[in-house]
C-alpha cells in the first residue's frame, strides 16, 4: 500500500482513537474539516478497527495496580482487577473500607497481565516487603 501525503497521520491518528465505538465514528471524527482518505486507507483503518476491538473484547486483561491518595501522599494501595477504571471509582466513592478514610485516590501506575493468576501473583508480590521496595524504587 502506496500512502499518499498525510496518510501517515491519519493512521496514526486512527490509533489513537482506537477505543471508537465503531469505525464509522471513528472514521468520521478523522475526516473532519473537509480531508478525505483513499478507499485502501478507509478499508485499512476499519479493518485495524475490528481487529483491535476483537483482540480487546475476546483477550480480557487482568491489571495490579498502585494507587496513591492525594490527600494523604504517604498512604498507596495495591490492588488486582479486571476493571481498572471501574475500580479507582469505587475507592473514590468510599466503597472499599481499607481506602475510604484517605480518599480520594489517583491512579499510580497498573500492570496489565494476560491472566488471572500472574495479575494476583503480581499483586501478592507487590505487597510483600522485597515488592513494596520494589515499587518504591520503580514506579
Known amino acids: 500500500m502506496v500512502l499518499r501525503g498525510g496518510e501517515r497521520e491519519w493512521i496514526r491518528a486512527f490509533l489513537l482513537h482506537q477505543f471508537s465505538p465503531t469505525a464509522k465514528t471513528a472514521l468520521r471524527s478523522l475526516g473532519g474539516g473537509g480531508h478525505s482518505l483513499s478507499p485502501s486507507i478507509i478499508a485499512f483503518l476499519a479493518l485495524m478497527h475490528r481487529r483491535l ?5 475476546l483477550h480480557k486483561m487482568f491489571y495490579t495496580y498502585i494507587i496513591r491518595s492525594i490527600s494523604c501522599p ?19 466513592e468510599g466503597g472499599v473500607p481499607h481506602t475510604a478514610p484517605y480518599r480520594p485516590w489517583k491512579l ?17 508480590y507487590l505487597k510483600s516487603g522485597s515488592g513494596h521496595a520494589f515499587a518504591s524504587r520503580h514506579f
Open 108 to 124: 499510580e501506575t497498573f500492570i496489565a497481565f494476560d491472566s488471572e493468576e500472574k495479575a494476583r501473583a503480581f499483586e501478592i
Open 53 to 57: 476491538f476483537l483482540f480487546i473484547h
Open 74 to 92: 504517604s498512604q498507596r494501595y495495591i490492588g488486582f482487577t479486571a476493571d481498572v477504571n471501574a475500580r479507582l471509582a469505587k475507592h473514590n
